[in-house]
Structures are given as C-alpha cells and as structure tokens.
C-alpha cells in the first residue's frame, strides 16, 4: 500500500513539475482581449479570439470540450497565436443585482463585474459577432483575418479545421507583413489591399491605418487619395456617434473644409449624411431640425447639380419643404 502511495505521489510531482516546467500541459487562455494583445505583440504572434456564451449557449461548452481543449487545436495553432477567450456568460452579470444593504466591497465587486462585461459587449460589436461560439482569426493590432463560425459538425478538430480559412488568412499576412516593414506609398498601397480584402463589418479595428493614410500618400500616387479622405471621415463620424457626439457636424464641416479639396460628387455625399444623420436624430425623439437639414440638402444639391443623385436631392429638397411648412402651420393653429 505504501509504495501505491509513493507511485501515485511521484506521479502527480513529476505532472506538477512538466506543466510548470518546459513541458506545457495546455495552452495559455486569456480572458481579457487587451492583455491576450499585449502578449501577442511581445511573443511577435497574432491573436485567436474566441467569443462563448457559455452558460446560455447550447453548443460552447461542448464546442471547447471537443475543438478547443484539445491537443490537436494546441498544436496547430500555439505557435503562431495567442489564444483568447471572451465569454459573455449571464451568471456574473445577473450577481451585480445586489440587494439594498449590499457592502461596500460587493458594490465595488459589482462595479468592475460590470464594466468587464461592458467591454466585452463592445467588442462583440466591433467584431460584429452574430454566432456563438465563433473563432475570429486577427492579427496582433487587431485586424481581420479570418472567421469560423460555429456549424453542427464541428464536433472535433478535423471538422472545424476544414473550415478554417488557411489560404486567405495567409495571403492577408503578406499584405501584414508588408504593412509593417514598409513607409510612405508601398504601407499606403499595402492598407488599401488588406482594406479591400476585409468585409466592412470587420474593418472598424482598421481605423487608425485608415486615418494614416493621407499622410503616407500626400500627392495622391496611388489614386486613391481622396477615397480615403472620405473613409477616415466615416470612421470620425462612427467615433462621433460611439460617445454621443454630434456626427452630422463631423460630415458637414469635412464637405464644407476646402482643405480636403473633395470633388463635387463627394462634398454632395457628405451634406447628404450629414442631413441623414440629423433625421436620425429627430426620429428618436419626433423632433427634427428641418432647418438644418433643409440647409444640408440644399448645400448637397449645390455642391453637384449635374449628378445622378442631382435631380433625386432636388425632389427630396421639395419634400422636405413642403413637410416643413405643414409643421409650422400646424404649429401656427
């Protein structure tokens, strides 16, 4: 009985010591997406975020237990990746519904609870996560490189390798690559190839590389200069309506900042969100500023009279118009 014992010891001193040793027994799991990106950028890796639901999701435990937690999944991707698991479980939200006579310290508990979960819902919307569990293949700086999807069979590795998308997961490395190694219009020419290589709903981690284009192309020698003037607009617009700003001035002052030096077509394009925007905003609370957006369309119109959307804007600007006109009658009576 005895030497049972010192077997059965011996073993789980010599377990202890590989996995704390140059043996891993498993992967290193992140829970938070900002130090899975630190640690990516300093072991020169890229990242593998894996969003679960798991105790609300049908198929994320068991997804973990027969892909993720495997030797097979280790293997094929611990070298090159760092993994990162952001779970959006209920349990530990619903425990932030405390009491009256709830302590300081479970207040304090509650309140880092939530502001946890609060950013791992903002990057489920950045990443524009519809299934769970779903595996984003990203670059280190966050980019996209590719997605997984959860499907039925994937009840091993095999299966949800075979969906894995290698071949464009590597061809957008290249472009990676060639993003970080090289300046001026070569970085330029690099971000519009990886720019139009990702779908847009992924492309919001892209923002700052979009903002850095103009200084990288100033003469316009790729040609694509003023597209991505417009570009870094939409994204100051996004940034404008993600902390409550006012987006429709960000469109209106860049079509009206002959700075820019933007086309007729595109300075329409603006006045025009910019006049969208503001019917949004009117329509959440039934009040809308039909003077300004009067005043944006009429601009919208002006900046190119000529174009396709030229006789459009001018049957808009009539409507508008007359809606205007019924309301201060309305509220003449």
Same mark, same amino acid.
């Given at each position: ?40 950028q ?5 990242i ?36 990162v ?13 405390l ?12 309140? &880092? +609870?939530?502001?946890?979960?609060? $950013? ?9 996560? @519809?299934?769970? #569990? =779903? %595996? ?30 290698y ?10 690559? &060639? +993003?970080?190694?090289?300046?001026? $219009? ?9 720019? @139009?290589?990702? #779908? =847009? %709903? ?48 960000v ?13 007729? #077509? ?42 396709e ?25």
């Open positions: 009985m005895k030497s049972i014992r010192l077997i059965k010891a011996a073993a789980l001193v010599l377990t202890a010591a590989l996995c704390t040793g140059l043996v891993s027994c498993s992967k290193k799991t992140y829970t938070s997406f900002e130090e899975a990106q630190k640690a990516a300093k072991e020169k890796k890229e593998l975020l894996l969003f679960t639901g798991c105790d609300w999701d049908e198929h994320s435990e068991d997804f973990k237990a027969q892909v993720v937690n495997t030797k097979e999944f280790e293997k094929a991707f611990n070298k090159n990746y760092v993994f698991n952001v779970d959006l479980s209920q349990d530990d939200f619903l425990s932030t519904n009491p009256d006579d709830a302590s300081e310290k479970e207040k304090e508990d509650a309140k &880092k +609870i939530l502001e946890d979960f609060s $950013v791992k819902e903002e990057l489920s919307r950045t990443y524009q996560v @519809t299934q769970y #569990p =779903s %595996v984003y293949f990203l670059t280190r700086e966050g980019w996209f490189l590719g997605i997984v999807n959860f499907a039925p069979n994937h009840t091993s590795f095999v299966e949800f390798n075979a969906d894995v998308p071949q464009e997961i590597k061809q957008k490395m290249e472009t990676v690559n &060639k +993003i970080r190694s090289t300046t001026g $219009v070569e970085k330029a020419k690099a971000i519009d190839d990886l720019f @139009t290589a990702t #779908p =847009s %709903v992924y492309a919001t981690p892209m923002h700052d590389l979009i903002l850095s284009f103009p200084e990288l192309d100033p003469q316009n020698e790729t040609g694509m200069l003023e597209n991505y003037k417009l570009n870094a607009i939409y994204f100051k617009a996004y940034d404008e309506l993600k902390t409550g700003g006012n987006a429709s001035l469109f209106a002052s860049a079509a009206e900042d002959e700075a820019l030096n933007l086309s007729g #077509p595109n300075r329409q394009q603006l006045y025009q969100m910019a006049a969208y925007m503001l019917v949004q905003d009117g329509s959440l609370d039934d009040n809308y500023d039909y003077d300004k957006i009067l005043d944006y369309l009429q601009k919208a119109y002006e900046a190119d009279p000529e174009s959307d030229g006789q459009l804007l001018y049957e808009r600007l009539q409507t508008a118009r007359s809606e205007w006109e019924k309301v201060k009658l309305n509220n003449a009576e």
